[in-house]
């Protein structure tokens, strides 16, 4: 687990946009259309494209809070890593796993490598994507949700965080697989 009291690259264009708080407010309903999007899987450097998944197979899209490279949501790391190590059980459900972080590039990059992530991390800086799904934000960055498409692409669970419940535990998303 990363200890580091690092805070360079928390203050930037990000943190500011991101800033003052919103609350998860997805109007993603049960049955709906999710997004799609086209997002850099930063290990390969190749774009990710939700919708090429429809028809083949069910998605777990985890949307992770990460401030920075040296810094971790406290509520999403233990997610971040429970997920990692749960990814075998997800694959064999027949799901993709896609991680999606409002971190750069090459912030991602790090991430990646230091936390041996195992399912793909998508970079989202803009946080457009965030955005989309109505996942809200607070403090300098997006708050996470996940949530588990049909092959179809259809939402059939949703996750949205509070400080009660910050990130759906792995069973939860297996039972929707």
Not at 26 to 40: C, E, K, Q, V
Not at 53 to 78: D, H, M, S
């Amino acid at each position: 687990m990363l200890t580091s009291t690092n805070f360079s690259g928390l203050i930037n264009q990000r943190f500011f946009k991101n800033f003052l708080p919103i609350p998860a407010c997805s109007r993603l309903n049960i049955g709906d259309r999710a997004p799609d999007f086209h997002l850099l899987h930063v290990q390969s450097k190749e774009m990710v494209t939700l919708s090429d998944y429809w028809g083949k197979q069910p998605v777990v899209l985890a949307f992770t809070r990460i401030f920075t490279e040296n810094q971790y949501c406290p509520l999403c790391f233990p997610h971040i890593v429970a997920l990692n190590k749960a990814s075998k059980r997800l694959q064999a459900k027949g799901a993709a796993v896609l991680l999606i972080t409002s971190t750069d590039e090459r912030q991602s990059q790090i991430v990646q490598r230091d936390l041996g992530l195992e399912i793909p991390l998508l970079s989202n800086p803009s946080c457009q994507v965030f955005r989309r799904y109505g996942t809200g934000q607070a403090l300098g960055a997006p708050l996470p949700a996940q949530f588990v498409l049909d092959r179809q692409g259809n939402v059939v669970y949703r996750h949205l965080f509070s400080f009660l419940d910050a990130n759906a535990r792995t069973e939860q998303l297996l039972k929707y697989l």
